[in-house]
């Protein structure tokens, strides 16, 4: 294991204004999220599509690394470019999710735990020959107002996320840990910062078991916010202090950085939350991001599938990119939403 290469690929991800872009859909959800603007999921239209993301402008600046899905760390431009070549050479580092998705729990009816420990060794040596620098894994854990997630599902969950995360460093990629409280529901942001709080004890106690350097992974949690069906928001400033609160109460300072993913928030307010973060002063991790849909939404919307409108949808995503890299530091508003 060289821990050096580790330290230096995790800090580079989350350097100065840097963050992630996750464009790691599977099969299934780009095919959702193609279906919002009319588009059919060829692989040719998979590929047009990250080609663009990947050629936009700019981005380089905010993006420290890109996590890519199996089929798209195989894929070229249309130039013949492989895309990790190309984001590699602009500064990016490629990364790869190697989960195999969230099954049900046998006995454990509500609870999810994510599959994809078979054959991962063998898997990773392959993804870091294809130019891949760090990997992800989703854990989901479901939640509802009162028994869900049992403290078994997370314990499952925290399991699997360390088994993985020592696997890659083992063969010399760094984890990106994603443990994901969902936002859909009707709980409080008092029921989310207390499950939020319980699942980060639980993933830090097996990733110590499991010999994990905490030097060499980034963790990428989600904010602490209210469920999407909750009659009470919590407002910006709420979020970013519960939010550093847990944080700052479960993650060991010597994690370098903390991704955040934006689980159906609106591109605005993950934007904004991040900011207010770091607007608070600094923490003992950079607080970055790793946004799939607060990065796309806008850029998805403008593309529609069509070449003519490719240079729009690239602005959309450079903006994006260029926001965010604001919010690093707490120097965003929300009034910059409206120039161009
Ligand atoms: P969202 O930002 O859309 O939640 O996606 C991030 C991600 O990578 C989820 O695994």
């Avoid at 509802?144 to 049992?150: N, V």
């Avoid at 519960?242 to 944080?247: G, P, S, V």
Wanted: proline residues 4%; charged residues 25%; glycine residues 8%.
């Amino acid at each position: 294991m060289n821990i050096d290469e580790l330290e230096s690929v995790a800090r580079a991800i989350v350097a100065r204004q840097k963050g992630v872009l996750a464009a790691d859909e599977s099969s299934p959800t780009i095919k959702k999220r193609f279906a919002s603007i009319a588009v059919e999921s060829t692989e040719e239209n998979r590929r047009r599509y990250r080609e663009l993301l990947f050629t936009s402008d700019g981005i380089e600046r905010t993006l420290g690394g890109v996590i890519l899905f199996d089929e798209t760390l195989r894929q070229s431009t249309r130039d013949g470019v492989p895309f990790p070549k190309l984001l590699s050479g602009r500064g990016i580092a490629p990364g790869i999710k190697v989960d195999e998705g969230a099954k049900a729990l046998a006995r454990y009816p509500g609870d999810r735990v994510t599959e994809g420990l078979d054959g991962l060794r063998e898997r990773l040596v392959e993804y870091r020959q294809l130019g891949a620098r760090f990997a992800k894994w989703r854990a989901v854990i479901d939640i509802d107002e009162r028994d869900i997630p049992t403290a078994f599902a997370i314990r499952a969950n925290a399991h699997a996320l360390a088994r993985y995360a020592a696997l890659c460093q083992e063969e010399g990629l760094v984890p990106i840990v994603e443990p994901e409280v969902l936002m859909d529901g009707a709980h409080g942001i008092e029921r989310c910062e207390a499950v939020t709080a319980q699942v980060l004890e639980a993933v830090f106690a097996e990733l110590d078991a499991h010999r994990v350097l905490l030097e060499g992974m980034l963790l990428k949690p989600n904010m602490v916010i209210a469920g999407m069906k909750c009659v009470r928001q919590a407002g910006v400033q709420e979020v970013a202090v519960a939010t550093i609160r847990c944080l700052r109460r479960h993650v060991p300072a010597a994690v370098p950085g903390i991704v955040f993913l934006s689980g159906g928030q609106s591109a605005e307010d993950a934007t904004d939350h991040l900011n207010a973060m770091n607007a608070m002063g600094r923490q003992p991790w950079e607080l970055s991001f790793s946004y799939g849909r607060a990065l796309q939404a806008p850029v998805l919307a403008a593309w529609q599938g069509l070449d003519a409108n490719v240079a729009a949808a690239q602005r959309a995503l450079s903006k994006r990119c260029h926001l965010n890299g604001l919010a690093r530091n707490g120097s965003y508003a929300r009034s910059m939403e409206e120039d161009g």
